[in-house]
Each structure stands twice: as structure tokens, then as C-alpha cells.
């Protein structure tokens, strides 16, 4: 599976980006997918976590309420919309891909990365 995101970029605090995820090379629906990021000093951390079909959501509680996971099985690809940015949010965000259509364990698979620098 290769994973290759898109969207990251700067903005000041209080904007938007909104993250994609395009998947190859397995079938899309077939898996549960998740957005992480790791800021400067700091250690990878989900921020949120979407199931097959999206049956089940989960976020970061830093992130509820202002970020949104979705996917788009057609399309194969998974978003992160990011409203209300702070300069915490500051890191680069990943996709990931688990192995079942839950993610009960950790992703198996990773894509590249997208920086997201937010300034006051």
C-alpha cells in the first residue's frame, strides 16, 4: 500500500487546511485509516482515526470539535479538515493505514508526511 498525502502548507491562527490521503495498491474500504503528527520535540500522536465505512470515529481531545476525518471509499483517499488552527498544531501529519477495518492495533502502513505550520 502506498500512501500519499497533500494539503499541508502555512497559515495564521484560526484558519483552515484541510488534508488528503490518496491510497494505492489494496483495496480502500477494506481498511481503517488515520491522520498523526509529530511536532518538533515531540513524539508521534494520533489526532484522529476513521473505520471502515467510517463506522467509528475518534479524535484527540486537543483536536475534537475543530478537526474533521472523513474518507471517500470511491476515491480512496481520507481527509483531515482543520478548522480553527492554533500554534500548537504546528507538526508534520502523517496518514496511516491499519491493518483491519478497525484500528485496534498500530497502522501498518505510513505515508510521507506534510508540514503544517500555523503562526499567530
Known amino acids: 500500500v502506498q500512501l500519499q498525502a497533500s494539503g499541508g502548507g502555512s497559515v495564521q491562527a484560526g484558519g483552515s487546511l484541510r488534508l488528503s490521503c490518496v491510497a494505492s495498491?489494496?483495496?480502500?474500504?477494506?481498511?481503517?485509516m488515520g491522520w498523526f503528527r509529530r511536532a518538533p520535540g515531540s513524539e508521534r500522536e494520533l489526532i484522529a482515526a476513521?473505520?471502515?465505512?467510517?463506522?467509528?470515529?475518534k479524535y484527540k481531545d486537543a483536536v475534537e470539535g475543530r478537526f474533521t476525518i472523513s474518507r471517500d471509499d470511491a476515491r480512496s483517499t481520507v481527509y483531515l479538515q482543520m478548522n480553527s488552527l492554533k500554534t500548537e498544531d504546528t507538526a508534520v501529519y502523517y496518514c496511516?493505514?491499519?491493518?483491519?477495518?478497525?484500528?485496534?492495533?498500530?497502522?501498518?502502513?505510513w505515508g510521507q508526511g506534510t508540514q503544517v505550520t500555523v503562526s499567530s
Open positions: 495498491g489494496r483495496p480502500f474500504s477494506s481498511y481503517a
Open positions: 496511516a493505514g491499519y491493518r483491519d477495518s478497525f484500528y485496534v492495533v498500530s497502522p501498518i502502513y
Open positions: 476513521i473505520s471502515w465505512r467510517g463506522l467509528q470515529i
